[in-house]
């Protein structure tokens, strides 16, 4: 949670549902999506975003039905989805990854902590029923490789409802609002297991299992226990506020019960119709939980063989038609992107804005992830992943002020994924230290494995960053504009890029100075306040974020860049485009870390020799 | 004097979604919003015009609307709208004002069988109704859709008579979701109840998008404005 000032703050998270959709693409991901949404809510925040990061095989059925799970699920709640990233490698295809973030803002002052606080504070439970649905479901899905037998697991798949998941925000943040609750958990992984043992840890809980509203009969006390039943929230509330609290549940009509209190026991003790049925001391589930050190094993990359790629206009109109880089308008047009009307800037380009109206004051915010260079260089790759988030956010006008992560990565148990996981963090931490951003929450998947197979070393990153006036949001260049090119002193390279996976082979080491790709971050944030358009090339390289910059402002360009495939397709070192009223260019005031240079001028309807009419045909393809 | 703001209340069904947009619109549009939930059986007195937001009431279990059709608001909805007050339907407003046989046809799945979010454009074919008496037939505006069904339908000969009834207010300049001759937006035969797909409120502000949205929330405002200064309440 981060202050934004003006006595706003704003709580972010991202967090995997993988397994789950690998098995049951639609509720997996509906799932996902509601599971994030509860916990921002639990943080007493009002969800105003969500961005999903998809990786899958192929644009198939698989992921067609997690976006329509995707879209199910925030579509029915009112909170826009303004983005995310979406890859397709052959490297997911069986097992895919869906991984969700959150946005809420909330007063500054309204701080909830997710522990009780006092004994004798009531344990209230409100939400859905609780059945045996998604019984293990942490357990047997987010822990264990898939296999053969998938269909068996099927039934441990949780399903979501989001009417119910719609009330129980509505119930929640109007329980913080009106001070009735010490504090909220939401039930995730582990049911009440997970939500009681973390707000008992420093108090104590007595928990009464057969008071929870059940939806099935003969239910077992450790099913009620471990249940997965989506959309329940837990309360600590104190005793004078129960009637309150019970009037604000019963408005939206959802179900409730109290079913214990907190003690001074330090004891998490459940009882079923009287009879202790299982005690554990908290903390033992929690900060004592046992540690593993894991196994490290660095391993060597393939060194870097010849690449060598299309005449320029031909390699542009195959990346940009590309399932890699083609637009995502396919996906993006089948989520409410405009509820809440918050979003000045649409999903499409580097990150979307959200006024934080009524000030003029916005918020950014994207969710990328890195994987090929992960196979090269994991470390490489956790800062990649910092870099470009925060490029992204800082070429719509913000500046990143917090990074949220999700750790995607195979089973840490083999010494090779042990070292890929210490090196992406590690990464991840020198790049936020260049920035002087933190990471301020993030979830850990582990064990996307399938038949033996890690995933490629995945980090996702969300950021967020603060946009002083929504007014200035660059929008497109105009007619006229030049073209500016900022780059930092980190070299271009085909190691790991789009270039090499379609033309080569991967391998290579490339590598990075944080120190000027800081300041190029840096620069771009700036430069925004008063540029039509700034875009930062990822993934295709200069040519290809040229071609994005065009046909997201409907104008083409004459630009004067060296035929080299190396400056028109190198990627890894950070390059941003800005497009200014001529007038307005000043001569270069970034320093050594940063080289800006003028590379051309808006206009006209074509783009490196080829119509705007054709790149727009590759790039939008059909639906 | 100051100008008098007409009340409009914006309805909230358990799963709307899109009433506090339509509250930021109106209000933007100088009307006030008395903010009225479904479980309210009377609406004060005073009230110049009806909203039905967007979202999915009730969670669109059973059929979009199917629920909300019969929730407690609904009765005293129906009273205003057959004094003749403005009700205006947006999205799963438009589902729930067919369902309650307010107004004519079903709204079906989309054709592509997708949500479908985009900027659309839609033809004024009636001046006919408060909601587009300072529109001129034929002018385009731009407005934003984002629906699952919005697919309208009904039968030959009912589409016929509400062509020729002027009751087919709003057509999409092209085919958008699959809905029978390209409607967009259809009016009960008085005029002054108006359902339609688009978001009108979603439309109102320059910042946010394309603004096509503001002369049919005007018209909204100016009929409230209308009805309560007839009613002599200022
Ligand atoms: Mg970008």
Request: glycine content about 12%; proline content about 6%; overall charge negative.
């Amino acid at each position: 949670m981060l202050d934004l000032g003006e006595g706003l703050a704003v709580a972010f998270k991202v967090e995997s549902h993988n397994h789950p959709s690998a098995v049951e693409p639609f509720q997996g991901a509906a799932t996902g999506v509601g599971g994030i949404l509860r916990d921002i809510a639990a943080m007493g925040a009002r969800p105003v975003a969500l961005l999903d990061g998809l990786r899958f095989g192929e644009p198939d059925d698989h992921f067609s039905r997690a976006v329509d799970g995707v879209g199910h699920y925030g579509n029915c709640v009112g909170v826009p989805n303004v983005g995310g990233e979406i890859v397709f490698d052959e490297d997911y295809a069986s097992n895919c990854l869906v991984n969700a973030m959150c946005v809420g803002l909330l007063p500054a002052e309204r701080v909830v902590r997710a522990k009780a606080t006092a004994a004798g504070a009531l344990v209230v439970l409100y939400g859905a029923t609780t059945g045996r649905d998604g019984i293990g479901g942490a357990s047997v899905l987010a822990s264990a490789e898939l296999g053969d037998d998938d269909a068996d697991k099927r039934p441990s798949v949780q399903v979501g409802d989001p009417f119910t998941g719609k009330r129980l925000i509505e119930v929640s943040v109007e329980l913080v609002e009106r001070g009735l609750v010490r504090s909220l958990q939401d039930c995730g992984a582990a049911g009440l297991a997970s939500s009681l043992s973390e707000m008992a840890a420093d108090y104590g809980i007595d928990v009464r299992l057969d008071r929870v509203p059940q939806r099935e009969e003969g239910m077992e006390p450790w099913e009620v226990m471990i249940s997965e039943s989506q959309e329940r929230m837990v309360a600590i509330v104190e005793p004078e506020r129960l009637g309150e609290v019970e009037a604000v549940i019963d408005r939206w009509e959802l179900h409730r019960a109290v079913i214990g209190e907190v003690t001074a026991t330090g004891i998490l003790r459940a009882t079923w119709n009287g009879e202790e049925v299982g005690a554990i001391p908290a903390r033992l589930l929690t900060g004592e939980c046992p540690r593993y050190a894991v196994a490290r094993e660095p391993r060597t990359p393939p060194s870097e063989t010849t690449t060598t790629t299309p005449p320029a206009r031909q390699a542009l109109r195959e990346l940009l038609a590309s399932p890699a880089l083609r637009s995502r308008a396919f996906v993006t047009r089948r989520y409410d992107q405009l509820v809440q009307s918050r979003t000045v800037r649409r999903p499409g380009l580097d990150a979307a804005v959200l006024r934080l109206r009524p000030e003029w004051r916005g918020i950014a915010v994207t969710l990328d992830g890195q994987s090929r260079l992960g196979v090269l260089d994991p470390r490489l790759a956790g800062q990649l992943a910092i870099l470009e988030a925060a490029r992204n956010v800082a070429c719509a006008g913000g500046e990143p002020i917090g990074f949220t992560d999700c750790l995607n990565f195979g089973n840490p148990e083999k010494p090779e994924v042990g070292w890929e996981l210490a090196e992406a963090i590690e990464g991840m931490a020198l790049a936020c230290e260049a920035l002087g951003v933190p990471v301020v929450s993030g979830n850990v998947s582990l064990y996307n494995d399938t038949d033996g197979r890690s995933i490629p070393p995945t980090p996702v990153v969300g950021c967020v960053g603060l946009v002083p006036d929504v007014r200035r949001v660059p929008r497109g260049w105009r007619e006229g504009d030049a073209i500016l090119l900022a780059r930092s002193r980190s070299p271009l390279t085909f190691a790991g890029s789009e270039a090499q996976a379609r033309w080569g082979s991967l391998g290579g080491s490339p590598s990075l100075d944080l120190a000027s790709e800081g300041a190029l971050v840096r620069y771009a944030s700036r430069v925004a306040q008063h540029a039509s358009l700034v875009h930062d090339a990822a993934e295709g390289g200069l040519a290809v974020a040229l071609a994005e910059a065009a046909l997201w402002s409907a104008a083409g360009a004459e630009l004067d860049l060296e035929d080299d495939a190396l400056t028109l397709f190198g990627e890894v070192g950070g390059q941003v485009i800005v497009a200014l009223p001529s007038g307005d260019v000043e001569p270069d005031p970034t320093g050594a870390d940063v080289e800006v240079r003028r590379i051309g001028t808006v206009g006209g309807d074509a783009l490196l020799g080829i119509p705007l009419a054709e790149l727009a045909c590759a790039y939008e393809g059909e639906a | 004097m100051t100008e008098l703001r007409p009340r409009i209340a914006v309805i909230t069904f358990p799963g709307s979604n899109d009433d506090v947009d339509a509250r930021l619109a109106l209000e933007q549009l100088g009307a006030e919003v008395v903010p009225v939930w479904h479980a309210t059986t009377e609406l004060a007195a005073d009230l110049g015009g009806i909203v039905l937001p967007g979202g999915f009431s009730y969670g669109d279990y059973l059929r979009c609307g199917a629920i909300a059709r019969v929730a407690p608001v609904m009765g005293a909805v129906r009273a205003f709208a057959a004094d003749g007050g403005p009700v205006l339907g947006i999205c799963n407003g438009f589902q729930i004002l067919c369902e309650a046989g307010l107004l004519p046809g079903v709204l079906r799945a989309n054709r592509q069988l997708e949500f479908l979010c985009a900027d659309v454009t839609v033809v004024v074919e009636s001046d006919g109704t408060p909601f587009t008496a300072a529109l001129t037939p034929g002018e385009e505006l731009v407005i934003p859709i984002k629906h699952g069904e919005g697919n309208w339908v009904t039968d030959p000969a009912l589409h016929a008579e509400l062509v020729e009834r002027g009751q087919v207010v709003l057509r999409y300049a092209e085919d958008v979701n699959g809905s029978l001759d390209r409607v967009a937006g259809v009016a009960n035969e008085e005029g002054n109840v108006l359902g339609l797909m688009p978001h009108p409120e979603h439309a109102v502000d320059p910042l946010l998008g394309p603004t096509g949205g503001v002369p049919l929330l005007q018209g909204l405002v100016a009929a409230a404005h209308e009805r309560l200064a007839g009613a002599g309440v200022a």
